[in-house]
Structure formats: structure tokens, C-alpha cells
């Protein structure tokens, strides 16, 4: 059973940064693909981002430059910078080992 711990969310200013870390146990995390979505109220769950085992990305339309993936294999980490964020980017944000994974997810809040 794979276990994703998410932190890094809060409070944060329009055009402000935070950058999210999801730990994964196991010893598989370096041939995993990693996803990063979220959630807003109301709203259905949408993907953020990815990451394969070979580093490769993709982002959802939204992004448009202001996200960055990344991994730490030998911590079992995947990372997500997060700059420029905007009011519609408050939503919890969960991380996925595969999509079949979860963890608990975090708040994102961009609030002035």
C-alpha cells in the first residue's frame, strides 16, 4: 500500500509563490508517474500536472508557464513551484502515484 503526504499549501497573495512536496512510501517512487491535481469547490477535480519516471512533464491548459514538476527520486518526492498564482488557483491540491494513489491533499488559498 503506497501512502502520499502533501504539504506546503496555505495562505498566499495574488501573484505570490508556494511550493508544494507530496512524500511517497515505497520502493518503487522511481519508475512511478507522479500527478499533481486539484480540487475547488464546487468544481471537479482537474489535472495540474505530471511527471514520468524519465522526468518527462505536462501541464494543464490553465498553467500556462507559471507551474513547475519535479522529482527527488532519492527522497521519494515529487514537487510543485507555484508561481504567479491567482485567485482562481484556491483549490486543495492532491497528489497521485499513478492515478490509483492518493494522498489527503492540501489547501491552496489565494486571498488579498
Known amino acids: 500500500q503506497v501512502q502520499l503526504v502533501e504539504s506546503g499549501g496555505g495562505l498566499v497573495q495574488p501573484g505570490g509563490s508556494l511550493k508544494l512536496s507530496c512524500v511517497a512510501s515505497?520502493?518503487?517512487?522511481?519508475?512511478?508517474?507522479m500527478y499533481w491535481y486539484r480540487q475547488a469547490p464546487g468544481k471537479q477535480r482537474e489535472l495540474v500536472a505530471v511527471i514520468t519516471s524519465n522526468s518527462r512533464t505536462n501541464y494543464g491548459a490553465f498553467v500556462r508557464g507559471r507551474f513547475t514538476i519535479s522529482r527527488d527520486n532519492a527522497k521519494n518526492t515529487v514537487f510543485l513551484q507555484m508561481n504567479s498564482l491567482k485567485f482562481e488557483d484556491t483549490a486543495v491540491y492532491f497528489c497521485?502515484?499513478?492515478?490509483?494513489?492518493w494522498g489527503q491533499g492540501t489547501q491552496v488559498t489565494v486571498s488579498s
Open positions: 497521485s502515484q499513478g492515478s490509483v494513489y
Open positions: 515505497g520502493s518503487a517512487f522511481s519508475i512511478q508517474t
